[in-house]
């Protein structure tokens, strides 16, 4: 069974969370900094994120967007990312987490995402989502 209901669910949990962790960690400085911005696409829930220093935008505003990092995966994938549930290597390995880009930015990011891990339970809380997968 699938961690997310649907999209509308996943956009509203993600656009609350992304608009918090740029804002409140320093994210949104750091991404500038780096000049790093993302496109999320999670195939199986039809959902389009592009994510900057200014926060998220979603479908149709975030496809007319040009990321410098494009990261693939699965609704599930994305949950168990943030609950730090993830061996990315082989996550990426296995190409259960698809990233495109150049590679030292790709590396910049995942530090980056540190401290959104220690706010996505409480998301997870707010949305009942598990907290175990």
């Not at 967007?65 to 699965?74: H, N, P």
Request: aromatic share 10%; with cysteine; hydrophobic share 45%.
């Amino acid at each position: 069974m699938a961690i997310f209901k649907d999209k509308e669910t996943a956009e509203k949990l993600f656009g609350e969370f992304w608009e918090r962790l740029i804002k409140e960690t320093g994210l949104g400085s750091q991404l500038r900094k780096n000049e790093i911005s993302i496109m999320f696409e999670v195939k199986d829930l039809g959902l389009v994120m592009f994510v900057d220093e200014n926060g998220p935008l979603f479908g149709d505003e975030a496809k007319s967007k040009k990321a410098v990092v494009t990261m693939k995966m699965s609704g599930d994938m994305v949950h168990k990312y943030w609950l730090d549930q993830v061996n990315i290597p082989m996550a990426l390995a296995t190409r259960q987490i698809k990233a495109k880009g150049p590679v030292n930015k790709v590396l910049q990011i995942l530090p980056l995402f540190k401290p959104g891990k220690a706010i996505y339970p409480e998301f997870c809380q707010k949305y009942n989502l598990p907290l175990e997968v």
